[in-house]
């Protein structure tokens, strides 16, 4: 036990003597949408009265749809207000395929996912196990289940499985989604986030005429949020109420999963806005209890829910506790948690460095990847203020740029945005995002979407020379994309890192299944250990470097 | 600097109330008023001396001695000698900004408002009087006129360094940091003794990303901040915040300590140090804090019953409390989030 915390102990002393304030950041993206094909953009159908809904939308996914090894786009659009109807192609949500030379073409029609209604997020994943990757796009009046038919075609089966978002009679609007495995049964549940109650005939109007503003959240009710078990037939059942999910309104916006307090069994955390958030203790299966406000994660160190929106949970410290990094607006900070292993959290926003910084970004896509590779993860988040005319307001520009911040591997992080690249200045109206290794290089790269624009496709050109493995679990007795697989790996160095398997996080949006590890100077890797849902655990030995492993169930 | 004293100068020089009887006392009076608005009546008392021996038929003598019994805090005697000031002088729009300014300080917000108003009546484009009424009118909630008032107070006449200061303080409060930093800049340089305007600048830097700045302030600030009738109570607090964010805990400490000394009734200052002490690990000292915290009303918000109820469910959490912890997190639960603006 004293050497494991020694040799804990020391990996943490060699990565932070080999990563310092002063040293200039190698995280570089380059934004190639203009050479893609990608001609997408995302039209909120927004009127003159700027109703909510036009701010809050653009889902992006990262999937291998065809299974051909490279990450596709899937990117959700808005609709006609007030129809909220897709009654043009201006409108429809666009699936890209990888070409694999940095081109992607449009297989929107063909794969039939165009879609219906005012569409708002995206989760990824293989509910069937039949080994092809499946979509749920949410929304404000639809949602809507696509099973992948392995042929590049999807059917809408929504219907056939009930996961139609509605409740209580009542379709909710629905944020974002995840998959997970909330019961180890093999099979992937659904996890829905539903915003607000509102309606084209409720939306309140805020603002002078001629300069809307978008409407506070307090304006309307909240909404509680939905999950879905997987019957293993095709069929899901809403077992919200059942399982604790439905006794709790909020004003959901983001989700992540994450097993938290390392039993085995995954948790989820719901970024409501302007409300507390949830942090969902999952009772071994049978349920869960909300203990947001238990574990220090329902409001921020001040004591005062912000406006939530992105999230993502994994490890940032390197401590093998997963934490939490959340998207707010300006003025209010990215609320940041450390977890401190004992079923609680600390409020890190300030001592982590990250405070004053984000103090005047607004945030939406959120993310904990590690950039650079050289062992310790970073923080991305897709800015915007939420009103298109916030400009008016000369402290909040709705136009902002990303950020990037770089763990100094001690526990605190530098803004290095400014140091990123021409396409780490670009001031748009970012909203979600999705992570994920677009041209397997072993450098995570990022797709931004941005409201009236085209989406911003920021490839990872940071330049070292430290090493990477990405690793591809393909569950047997677990769900096949192995969802909540919790992996360990040990480089040569010593140094130790945490991460899991999951598509959830960030805003409205589903990213890359494949679990992405920097590894600095390691070229080889002693020891991987994979938790696997179903209770397994399966460990690797010696492992080489620069590879994309997929690595199965025994 | 320079510039101010020469600015002030001549302000002062083009009042009507500089007849001949002040002539040659000039320099000595700027000297008087300028220990004045550092808040330093015994100089400027010392320093007016000369001109009351040399000068005994200068009226500005009157207005001098009004100013010093007013910081002195001898308020009755103050009232009766601006009263006269303005019996004799009734078109010198200084008596009335002055006299303005000390019914302020006097909580008579009324007569403020009414000599505020004569003042402007009597000089409409005097910057003082413009200040002067800018501020009443802000403060009665006529934000627009009152805002209105004070920039073209601030055009008229760049080195008057109250309007510039309260200009930036009405900016602070629309959470405008930018603007803010623009007139506190101003009001520090005609005043580098103007601690409230260092600790304004100061918070307005650190929305701005200016931490090393805005460090700099709020240390020049300190130095600034001694007693009397401009003391800045809450400039501790303030930078025991700021070095609490900067994870400089022990300096934090020292500031927090400081400001439950200066302003103990403030629900904020105990809530604070409770947070600080939270950070230290000193669950003990965090629970007497924040229950003290509790135990204060704050009519203004500043720390609404949510953060208290936060704060408490974290700290007898730590101390094993599990009964009181419980308690609370029902209440973080059950606590309505209070509405903010109607847009954003």
């Known amino acids: 036990m004293l050497q494991q915390i020694f040799s804990r102990a020391l990996a943490l002393i060699l990565l932070a003597s080999s990563l310092s304030a002063a040293e200039p950041s190698h995280i570089r993206f380059e934004n190639r949408e203009k050479v893609s094909a990608v001609q997408f953009v995302l039209n909120n159908g927004t009127t003159p009265d700027k109703p909510i809904i036009d701010s809050t939308l653009g889902g992006v996914a990262l999937l291998d749809y065809d299974n051909d090894g490279y990450l596709d786009i899937f990117f959700t659009n808005g609709a006609r207000i007030p129809s909220l109807m897709k009654d043009g192609s201006s409108f429809s949500n666009r699936l890209y395929r990888n070409n694999h030379d940095g081109t992607f073409t449009d297989v929107t029609v063909r794969a039939g996912l165009g879609g219906a209604g005012y569409s708002m997020g995206v989760a990824a994943a293989d509910y069937d196990n039949d080994g092809w990757t499946d979509l749920y796009v949410t929304g404000v009046n639809q949602n809507i289940l696509y099973h992948n038919n392995g042929d590049g075609t999807f059917t809408d089966v929504t219907e056939r499985t009930g996961m139609t978002g509605v409740s209580g009679g009542k379709k909710l609007w629905s944020v974002s989604a995840a998959w997970i495995d909330y019961d180890n049964d093999g099979l992937l549940d659904l996890f829905v986030v539903n915003y607000l109650d509102w309606t084209p005939e409720n939306s309140h109007v805020c603002g002078p005429p001629g300069r809307r503003l978008s409407c506070p959240p307090s304006l309307y009710k909240g909404e509680a949020d939905i999950l879905y078990h997987n019957n293993g037939d095709g069929t899901f059942t809403d077992v919200s109420a059942a399982t604790g999910i439905t006794g709790q309104i909020g004003k959901g916006m983001g989700v992540a999963i994450a097993d938290y307090d390392g039993d085995g069994w995954t948790d989820i955390f719901v970024a409501n806005d302007n409300e507390r958030n949830f942090l969902f203790r999952n009772r071994s299966g049978k349920g869960f209890d909300e203990v947001g406000v238990e574990s220090s994660v329902a409001y921020t160190e001040d004591g005062v829910p912000v406006s939530s929106m992105g999230v993502d949970f994994r490890d940032w410290a390197n401590d093998g506790r997963p934490g939490l990094f959340v998207t707010a607006l300006g003025g209010e900070t990215f609320p940041l948690y450390r977890n401190d292993g004992n079923g609680l959290f600390t409020a890190a926003t300030y001592p982590a460095d990250i405070g004053f910084t984000s103090f005047r970004m607004s945030g939406w896509g959120a993310g904990i990847y590690d950039f650079d590779n050289d062992g310790a993860k970073d923080l991305f988040s897709a800015n915007s203020h939420v009103s298109e005319n916030a400009n008016l307001d000369s402290q909040q520009h709705y136009r902002q740029a990303n950020a990037v911040f770089r763990n100094l591997g001690n526990g605190t992080f530098r803004d290095v945005s400014a140091e990123a690249g021409a396409a780490m200045r670009q001031r748009a109206a970012h909203r979600g995002c999705a992570f994920g290794d677009l041209n397997n290089d072993g450098k995570i790269d990022v797709v931004v979407s941005v409201i009236g624009g085209p989406p911003e496709l920021l490839y990872n050109i940071s330049t070292n020379n430290n090493h990477w493995i990405t690793i591809q679990a393909i569950g047997v007795k677990s769900n096949r994309d192995g969802i909540g697989t919790r992996i360990k790996i040990t480089g040569e160095s010593g140094q130790v890192q945490y991460n899991h398997v999951t598509t959830a996080g960030s805003y409205a949006s589903s990213s890359d299944k494949r679990v992405h590890f920097g590894l600095g100077s390691d070229t080889r890797i002693k020891e991987i250990e994979l938790r696997w849902p179903g209770g397994k655990i399966q460990v690797l030995r010696d492992v080489k470097a620069d590879q994309i492993l997929k690595v199965t169930e025994p | ?344």
Not at chain 2, 83 to 109: C, K, N
Not at chain 2, 138 to 162: F, I, T, V, W, Y
Not at chain 2, 237 to 249: A, I
């Open chain 2, 1 to 344: 600097m320079k510039a101010a004293a020469v600015g002030f100068l001549l302000v002062v020089a083009a009042s009507p109330a500089f007849g001949d009887a002040c002539t040659g006392a000039e320099t000595q009076l700027a000297v008087v008023f300028r220990d004045l608005a550092r808040g330093e009546p015994a100089s400027a008392e010392e320093a007016l001396r000369p001109v009351v021996r040399d000068h005994p038929g200068c009226l500005d003598i009157l207005l001098a001695e009004a100013r010093i019994e007013a910081a002195k805090g001898d308020a009755a005697n103050a009232g009766g000698m601006f009263v006269r000031y303005l019996q004799l002088a009734p078109e010198d729009p200084r008596g009335y900004t002055y006299f303005g300014r000390f019914l302020i300080s006097q909580r008579q917000y009324q007569q403020a408002d009414r000599i505020s108003a004569a003042g402007l009546e009597k000089a409409p484009y005097d910057p003082g009087a413009m200040a002067l009424r800018g501020q009443i009118l802000d403060m009665r909630g006529e934000s627009q006129q009152g805002l209105a008032l004070l920039k073209q107070a601030c055009q008229a006449d760049p080195e008057n360094g109250e309007a510039q200061f309260y200009l930036g303080t009405i900016f602070d409060r629309t959470r405008q940091p930018g603007e803010a930093v623009q007139h506190l800049q101003k009001a520090v340089s005609i005043d580098p003794h103007n601690a409230r305007a260092w600790d304004y600048l100061a918070l307005n830097l650190e929305p701005l990303g200016k931490e090393d700045v805005a460090d700099e302030a709020y240390r020049k600030a300190l130095a600034a901040n001694i007693p009397g009738p401009n003391f800045d109570a809450f400039l501790d607090y303030n930078y025991g915040r700021f070095l609490m964010k900067r994870n400089q805990l022990a300096a934090s400490k020292q500031h927090m300590d400081r400001a439950v000394e200066l302003v103990p009734q403030v629900r904020a200052v105990w809530y604070e140090r409770a947070k600080l002490d939270l950070r230290l690990l000193n669950y003990r000292q965090a629970r007497i804090d924040a229950e003290r915290a509790a135990s204060l009303k704050d009519p203004a918000g500043i720390i609404i019953d949510l953060q208290i109820y936060s704060l408490l469910e974290k700290i007898y959490r730590h101390l094993g409390e599990t009964d009181l912890a419980r308690k609370y997190a029902e209440l973080s639960r059950e606590t309505p989030v209070p509405p903010r603006g109607d847009h954003r």
